[in-house]
């Protein structure tokens, strides 16, 4: 009988040295798509979350209509629920566009109070945006190269690759 009570209080502190006791603060979200089409599959793309004074990050990944939900990263010396986190879009499987102040968000709580939630939203286009786009044929930059002519008997590099580097050598 003795051995029975022995048993059951080992067994008993097995299972609550197996239990984590922290607390999990979860965090849902979703990403929106600027250009995309009526039912479009957003499963794939990852969302970062990274909270102020923890190492940790946590990483979601979205469902087919664009939602998400993770656990907020926590430490064992600091609550999540007082710290500054942020949730930034990575990417995914295709490649996406976005502004900067459209990829990070800061979090939230939740109207409920039991979850948190991202302050504003996470979007992206599929394809390059029109103001980012120069007027030249939809070519990147507004910046034109300059090259000037050297003769080919000095055997120079292109005169772009060190034009805007001007050294000074010789003062005094």
């Known amino acids: 009988m003795e051995l029975n009570r022995v048993i059951a209080a080992l067994f008993f502190a097995l299972v609550l040295a197996r239990v984590d006791l922290s607390t999990c603060y979860v965090m849902k979200g979703s990403v929106t798509c600027l250009d995309c089409q009526r039912h479009h599959d957003f499963s794939g793309i990852k969302v970062l979350v990274k909270c102020d004074q923890v190492k940790k990050l946590a990483v ?76 030249n044929n939809g070519e990147f930059g507004a910046f034109k190269t300059v090259d000037l002519p050297l003769p080919p008997e000095w055997g120079l590099a292109p005169s772009s690759y060190y034009v805007p580097f001007i050294p000074i050598i010789g003062i005094p």
């Open 60 to 135: 979601a990944t979205t469902q087919a209509d664009g939602s998400f939900k993770t656990n907020l990263p926590s430490d064992t010396q600091h609550s999540s629920a007082h710290l500054n986190c942020l949730a930034k879009l990575l990417g995914g499987p295709d490649q996406l566009y976005a502004y900067r102040k459209n990829v990070v968000s800061g979090i939230v709580k939740a109207g409920d109070g039991s979850s948190y939630t991202i302050s504003t939203p996470l979007s992206f286009s599929t394809t390059c945006p029109s103001s980012v786009k120069g007027e």
